[in-house]
Nanobody
Framework: QVQLVESGGGLVQAGGSLRLSCAAS????????MGWYRQTPGKQRELVAT???????NLADSVKGRFTISRDNAKNTVYLQMNSLKPEDSAVYYC??????????WGQGTQVTVSS
């Protein structure tokens, strides 16, 4: 069984910063991609950022220049540093992990609310 424990969400004013963390534990091995998606009510879950085990990153255009994704392979942890937050960044953010080639796991989600 795989557990993804997210932390760091909360309420922040526009222009502020938050840092999300997600630690993977349990029967998880050969982690390839780790990342973050987000979802707002009535909309599909969308990619925010991913990072491979080799450090290659992919960020949504809407967050480029403001968000940074990083990971600690020794701790099986992925981070999302979010700066210059905007109200439209408000969403539930979900941690995502792909491991053992084809298996995936999702976190429970953490709420990020940006007030104007």
């Amino acid at each position: 069984q795989v557990q993804l424990v997210e932390s760091g969400g909360g309420l922040v004013q526009a222009g502020g910063s938050l840092r999300l963390s997600c630690a993977a534990s349990g029967t998880i091995f050969n982690i390839n991609t780790m990342g973050w998606y987000r979802q707002t009510p009535g909309k599909q879950r969308e990619l925010v950022a991913t990072i491979t085990s080799g450090g290659d990153t992919n960020l949504a255009d809407s967050v480029k220049g403001r968000f940074t994704i990083s990971r600690d392979n020794a701790k099986n942890t992925v981070y999302l540093q979010m700066n210059s937050l905007k109200p439209e960044d408000s969403a539930v953010y979900y941690c995502y992990v792909r491991y053992a080639a084809l298996r995936t796991a999702w976190g429970q989600g953490t709420q990020v609310t940006v007030s104007s």
